[in-house]
């Protein structure tokens, strides 16, 4: 069974302050997402990757694959209160299906 | 204009009753899919659709049917609704079966079993 585990679980850092999240898993996936969820609402695709070691930017979060494609981290730069959010990660498996972790909680206090 | 969309928003119940969730997507995708998210935030799959037909069926009680009229629309029906149920719904598009991972929610249904 191929399962994603994302650390921390939850995290409260102070407006301005840099912070990194984590997508861990012992199996290959072809493609990885990243995904926001605000409260009451649905989850919202940030960012796809999918070859190993592949870096993209989204104004201040940073993403980045690993090498062999089994884990990913999410750093964000100068974290402002509309981070906060719900940050899960689902990879892409040989199935065509999602694999979901189980999310980061982020909370930025003003 | 909403690309996905669910009604209702809200639904309180008693155990033992009956109750459907529809959903709509207007962004022309083949592929629809029915999630549970738990208390603890836990995606997790329920059914998936692709051109109306089946594809997914994780183990789900049978409780539970899917019925997909058109492939913009996959709504959810719930028989002998159980407290276990509680939970919030969250419907899905993507564009196709070869393109699985870009998904599009709804702003889910928060059920809620007395």
């Known amino acids: 069974t191929q399962l994603l585990e994302q650390s921390p679980q939850f995290l409260s850092i102070q407006e301005g302050e840099n912070l990194t999240v984590y997508c861990n898993s012992s199996?290959?996936?072809?493609?990885l997402q990243w995904y926001r969820q605000e409260p009451g609402e649905g989850p919202v695709l940030l960012v796809t990757?999918?070859?190993g070691g592949e870096v993209k930017k989204l104004k201040r979060l940073t993403f980045q694959f690993g090498d062999a494609r089994k884990d990913s981290s999410l750093h964000i730069t100068a974290a402002q209160p509309g981070d906060t959010g719900l940050y899960l990660c689902?990879?892409?498996?040989?199935?065509?299906?999602?694999?979901w972790g189980a999310g980061t909680k982020l909370i930025i206090k003003p | 204009d909403t690309a996905v969309s669910q009604t209702p928003k809200y639904l309180v119940t008693q155990m033992g009753n009956d109750k459907s969730i529809k959903c709509e997507q207007n962004?022309?995708?083949?592929?629809m899919y029915w999630y549970k998210q738990d208390s603890k935030k836990f995606l997790k799959i329920m059914f998936s659709?692709?051109?109306?037909?089946?594809?997914i069926n994780e183990t789900v009680p049978n409780r539970f049917s899917p019925k997909s009229p058109d492939k913009a629309h996959l709504n959810l029906h719930i028989n002998s609704l159980e407290l276990g149920d509680s939970a919030v719904y969250f419907c899905?598009?993507?564009?196709?079966?070869?393109?699985?991972?870009?998904?599009?929610f709804g702003p889910g249904t928060r059920l809620t079993v007395t």
């Open positions: 659709y692709n051109n109306k037909e089946l594809i």
């Open positions: 689902a990879g892409g498996d040989s199935n065509y299906q999602l694999i």
């Open positions: 962004l022309g995708h083949d592929t």
């Open positions: 990757v999918v070859t």
């Open positions: 199996s290959v996936f072809s493609s």
């Open positions: 899905a598009s993507s564009q196709d079966l070869a393109s699985p991972y870009e998904q599009y």
